[in-house]
C-alpha cells in the first residue's frame, strides 16, 4: 500500500487504523507513510476509511489555521479527507501478504476467503474430522501481531518430525515445498502477514501430545497462538473426550464454533459419488 | 469461519453475542448456494439482527469511497439490512448476528424448518450454543473450541480493547483505533453507540457486534485500569 504524498494531509487517521501501526506521519515529508517491510497489505486501511475527495490544499490550509488558533476541530474518525491511499501492483512473492490478510481476497488454493480454510464448520457435509479424531487450527499472528513465514516453518517443522500430516486444502499447507518436513517455500520466508492458519488432524489419542508440543515450540516465535479444537460430537451432540482433555490440560472452555448438521450434499456429481460409495 | 472463534472474553461476556452463520463445502454443496445464502439472510432480518454480512462484501454498515462531506454533521449508524441481501452476489459466507439468546434460537429453529441444506454453525458461549440447539431439537454435530490467546501474549493490548477489536477476527478493527475510540467515549468526543459504528465499518464480513461494542465501550469509560 502506498500513500499518495501530493494528496495526503497529514491527518494521521490512518495511523490508528492500520492493524499492524505500520503508518505514521513522516516529520521531514510531514506526510503520512507506510513502512513497507511491516505494511502486510490487508488494505484495511484503503477498504476500511471513508473517503472523500476533498481538495488537498484547501484541507491544509484549513488545518494550519485551526493549529494557529490552537483550535482542535472533530474530524470524523474513520475518513480519509482526501482519498490519498494508492494500492500497489502486487506480484510475487509480496501478493503472498494480501492473500493472508486482506479477508475479501478469496485464496486461489481453497477457494475461501479470510484465512482460506473450511475446518469444522462444513464438517457436516465435508467429514474432514470423524469420530475418534481431532482437527488443530494453529493460527499465528491474531489478533493484530502478525507473523512471518520463517517463523510460522518452525512450528510446521516440528509438527512434521512429530509425524502429524498436514490438512491438504489450506493455504499454508499448499505454500510448502516438502509437505512430509513442514518446508515453506524459501521465495516466501520473508514475507509477513496478519495471521495465518495451520491445519493437521490427528487421533483423538494425540490430543495432549500435540499440544504440548506448541506450547514448546510457541515460546520460540516471536507472535502469539490461537489454538482451535475440532472435534465430532457423537449421537446425543456431547463430546466426552476432548472438552475434558483440553480442560485437564487448564483450558477454561469458554467459546466454540458449533456445527449444527443441517448441511447436506446437493452438487449433482458429489451427490451421485456419495450414493455409490453408500451403494458399495 | 475463525473469524468469529477467537473472540476475547468469559462466557458471561457473550451473553449478548450470536453469530450464526452459513457456508457452502466446496464440491459439496456450493452449486446454487447463492440464493440459499440470501434466503438465510433473508429470514434472519425477521429476527431482529444488530448485523448481517457476507464475507465478499461487507456488513450492514459499510464505509464509503465516495463520502459526501456534509454527511459528518449526520452520519448514517442505522445498519442496511436490505443492502446485504442484495448484495450478496456469489458464493461465500453468510453471517446474522444477535444480542440476545432468545433471538438467536428463534433464527436457529426458523433456519432448520428452511431445510436450507447448507451447514450452519453457532458461533458464541458453548452453554449458549447448546441452549440454541436443544431450543430447535437438534444435536451439534461437530464443535471447535476456541483455547484463547498464547505464546508471546505481552504484544497484546488490555482486555476492553481486545475485547472490541477481537470481534473482526479478520483483524481489520485495529487495536490503536479500539483504543482511540474508547478514548473518545471517556473524553466525551463521541457515544458509545458512535465509537461502536466506527469500528463495525471496518469489519469486512459484518460479524462485528455493535451492540457488544456499545456495552464495552460503555463499561470502559468508567474503568480506572
Redesign the interface.
Same mark, same amino acid.
Given at each position: 500500500m502506498k500513500i499518495d504524498p501530493n494528496k495526503c494531509v497529514a491527518c494521521g487517521n490512518c =495511523?490508528?487504523?492500520?492493524?499492524m501501526?505500520a503508518i505514521y506521519i513522516d516529520p521531514v515529508i510531514k506526510r503520512a507513510t507506510v513502512n513497507a517491510t511491516e505494511c502486510v497489505e490487508?488494505y484495511?486501511c484503503f477498504?476500511?476509511?471513508?473517503?472523500?475527495?476533498?481538495n488537498p490544499t484547501m484541507v491544509r490550509t484549513m488545518r494550519k489555521l485551526f493549529q494557529w488558533m490552537r483550535l482542535r476541530f472533530?474530524?470524523?474518525?474513520?475518513?480519509c479527507?482526501t482519498?490519498a491511499f494508492a494500492p500497489d501492483e502486487l506480484s510475487w512473492p509480496r501478493v503472498v501478504r494480501r492473500a493472508f490478510?486482506d479477508?475479501?481476497v478469496p485464496h486461489e488454493s %481453497?477457494?475461501?476467503?479470510?484465512?482460506g =480454510?473450511?475446518?469444522?464448520?462444513?464438517?457436516?457435509?465435508?467429514g474432514r474430522?470423524k469420530v475418534g479424531e481431532v482437527?488443530f487450527?494453529i493460527?499465528f499472528g491474531?489478533?493484530?501481531?502478525g507473523v512471518w513465514f520463517r517463523d510460522m516453518q518452525k512450528m510446521c517443522r516440528a509438527l512434521a518430525e512429530a509425524g502429524v500430516s498436514f490438512e491438504k486444502?489450506n493455504p499454508v499447507t499448499s505454500l510448502m515445498s516438502d509437505v512430509s518436513t513442514g518446508t515453506i517455500r524459501e521465495d516466501i520466508q520473508n514475507e509477513k502477514v496478519?495471521?495465518a492458519?495451520v491445519e493437521i488432524k490427528v487421533p483423538v489419542e494425540r490430543t495432549e501430545e500435540i499440544i504440548r508440543l506448541v506450547?514448546k515450540v510457541?515460546?520460540e516465535?516471536?507472535?502469539?497462538?490461537?489454538?482451535?479444537?475440532? %472435534?465430532?460430537?457423537d449421537?446425543?451432540?456431547?463430546?466426552p473426550v476432548?472438552?475434558p482433555i483440553?480442560e485437564r490440560l487448564g483450558?477454561?472452555?469458554?467459546?466454540?464454533? =458449533?456445527?449444527?448438521?443441517?448441511?447436506?450434499? %446437493?452438487?449433482?456429481i458429489?451427490e451421485k459419488i456419495a450414493a455409490e460409495a453408500v451403494r458399495q | 469461519?475463525?473469524? +468469529?472463534?477467537?473472540?476475547?472474553?468469559?462466557?458471561e461476556s457473550?451473553r449478548d453475542d450470536y453469530v450464526v452463520?452459513a457456508?457452502?463445502?466446496?464440491?459439496?454443496?456450493?452449486?446454487?448456494a447463492v440464493p440459499k445464502l440470501k434466503k438465510f439472510l433473508q429470514i434472519a432480518r425477521g429476527f431482529n439482527p444488530v448485523n448481517l454480512g457476507d464475507?465478499?462484501h461487507g456488513g450492514a454498515l459499510r *464505509?464509503?469511497?465516495?463520502?459526501? *462531506?456534509l454527511s459528518?454533521w449526520s452520519?448514517e449508524i442505522t445498519p442496511d439490512f436490505e443492502a446485504v441481501i442484495a448484495g450478496l452476489d456469489t458464493t461465500?459466507?453468510a453471517a446474522a448476528v444477535f444480542d440476545n439468546r432468545a433471538a438467536a434460537e428463534d433464527f436457529?429453529n426458523a433456519?432448520?424448518q428452511a431445510?436450507?441444506?447448507?451447514?450452519?454453525?453457532?458461533? +458464541?458461549?458453548?452453554d449458549g #450454543?447448546?441452549q440454541?440447539?436443544d431450543s #430447535?431439537n437438534?444435536?451439534?454435530?461437530?464443535?471447535?473450541?476456541?483455547?484463547?490467546?498464547?505464546?508471546?501474549?505481552e504484544?497484546? #493490548?488490555n482486555e476492553d480493547v481486545?475485547k472490541l477489536?477481537?470481534m473482526c477476527?479478520?483483524?481489520?478493527?485495529?487495536?490503536?483505533?479500539a483504543k482511540?475510540?474508547i478514548d473518545?467515549v471517556k473524553e466525551g468526543?463521541r457515544t458509545p453507540e458512535q465509537a461502536a459504528s466506527?469500528l463495525t465499518?471496518?469489519c469486512?464480513?459484518g460479524v462485528f457486534n455493535p451492540s457488544r461494542g456499545k456495552r464495552i465501550l460503555e463499561e470502559a469509560r468508567t474503568r480506572t485500569k
Open positions: =495511523t490508528y487504523v492500520c492493524p501501526g490487508c484495511a477498504n476500511g476509511l471513508s473517503q472523500e475527495h476533498l472533530d474530524p470524523e474518525p474513520d475518513v479527507p482519498a490478510s479477508p475479501r %481453497t477457494g475461501v476467503e479470510g484465512r =480454510t473450511e475446518e469444522v464448520k462444513t464438517n457436516d457435509v465435508s474430522v482437527g487450527t493460527e491474531r489478533p493484530g501481531v486444502k496478519l495471521s492458519i506450547w510457541e515460546k516465535i516471536d507472535t502469539v497462538v490461537a489454538i482451535g479444537v475440532g %472435534t465430532r460430537c449421537e446425543n451432540g456431547e463430546d476432548v472438552g483440553l483450558y477454561k472452555l469458554e467459546r466454540a464454533k =458449533t456445527n449444527i448438521g443441517l448441511g447436506r450434499i %446437493t452438487n449433482v458429489a | 469461519m475463525t473469524n +468469529t472463534l477467537h473472540r476475547f472474553g468469559n462466557a457473550f452463520f457456508i457452502a463445502s466446496r464440491g459439496k454443496n456450493e452449486q446454487d464475507a465478499r *464505509p464509503s469511497h465516495s463520502m459526501n *462531506p459528518h452520519r461465500t459466507t436457529v433456519i432448520k431445510d436450507l441444506g447448507l451447514s450452519v454453525n453457532i458461533s +458464541t458461549s458453548i #450454543a447448546e440454541c440447539c #430447535a437438534l444435536c451439534r454435530h461437530s464443535v471447535g473450541y476456541s483455547l484463547g490467546f498464547e505464546g508471546k501474549t504484544h497484546l #493490548a481486545l477489536a477481537t477476527g479478520h483483524g481489520m478493527v485495529s487495536a490503536s483505533m482511540k475510540m473518545w468526543r466506527y465499518r471496518f469486512s464480513c
